[in-house]
């Protein structure tokens, strides 16, 4: 089974800081996925990561995929209330998996405080 | 609205009755996907259709769940005899063929099923 860890499970923070969060497996995945999800939506597509060691930068948000491909990062600098939300990362084409599903982890609810 | 569309978006049932949910997945895209999200979880994966066929089905889906996706457009869940424990945000997600590894998912807004 192939299980993805996310930490902290909760994170609340005041405007303007920065923070990262993690997402850590056994697994060696082929791509891993950043989703944002808002209270009552869906989950919404931030970025994709495929190359180990990649690094990618959307705006303040940068996601960082581990050497080995079973951990990711997300950093956000200076926070903003409109970065509150849950971000969920999700595996694809883990070790042993099917291709073509996503295993997702718990989420980092985030909160970011005016 | 060119996005992936679910309906209903709420339904509250009492236990033992039948609901279905429906998916219309963006146009061009032939992987239609449902997963299950409940509480303080991530979505967990459900079932997988390409096109037509019906390629996937997790452990997590009883007798009681059944999934079609008749012509490869749109596709409808249907959950029979509905227990207390099926209450939870039902996910469609779809996304173009890019080969044999999973490509990005476009979610739809969630159908939320309680059930009394």
């Known amino acids: 089974t192939q299980l993805l860890e996310q930490s902290p499970q909760f994170l609340s923070i005041q405007e303007g800081e920065n923070l990262t969060v993690y997402c850590n497996s056994s697994?060696?995945?082929?791509?891993l996925q950043w989703y944002r999800q808002e209270p009552g939506e869906g989950p919404v597509l931030l970025v994709t990561?495929?190359?180990?060691?990649e690094v990618k930068k959307l705006k303040r948000l940068t996601f960082q995929f581990g050497d080995a491909r079973k951990d990711s990062s997300l950093h956000i600098t200076a926070a903003q209330p409109g970065d509150t939300g849950l971000y969920l990362c999700?595996?694809?084409?883990?070790?042993?998996?099917?291709?073509?599903?996503?295993?997702f982890g718990k989420g980092t609810l985030l909160t970011v405080n005016p | 609205d060119t996005g992936v569309s679910q309906n209903p978006r709420h339904k509250i049932t009492k236990r033992g009755q039948n609901v279905t949910f429906r998916c219309d997945p963006i146009?061009?895209?032939?992987?239609l996907y449902w997963y299950r999200q409940t509480l303080g979880q991530g979505p967990e994966f459900l079932t997988y259709?390409?096109?037509?066929?019906?390629?996937?089905k997790s452990r997590l889906l009883s007798d009681r769940f059944s999934a079609e996706r008749p012509k490869g457009s749109f596709s409808t869940l249907e959950i029979q005899r509905t227990e207390q424990g099926d209450s939870a945000m039902y996910l469609c997600?779809?996304?173009?063929?890019?080969?044999?590894?999973?490509?990005?998912?476009?979610f739809g807004e969630g159908s939320r099923l309680t059930v009394l």
């Open positions: 997600a779809s996304s173009p063929f890019t080969g044999p590894n999973t490509g990005e998912l476009f």
């Open positions: 259709f390409q096109n037509e066929a019906q390629l996937e």
């Open positions: 999700a595996g694809g084409g883990g070790s042993g998996g099917s291709n073509y599903k996503l295993t």
């Open positions: 146009s061009e895209h032939n992987r």
């Open positions: 697994s060696v995945f082929s791509s």
């Open positions: 990561v495929v190359t180990g060691g």
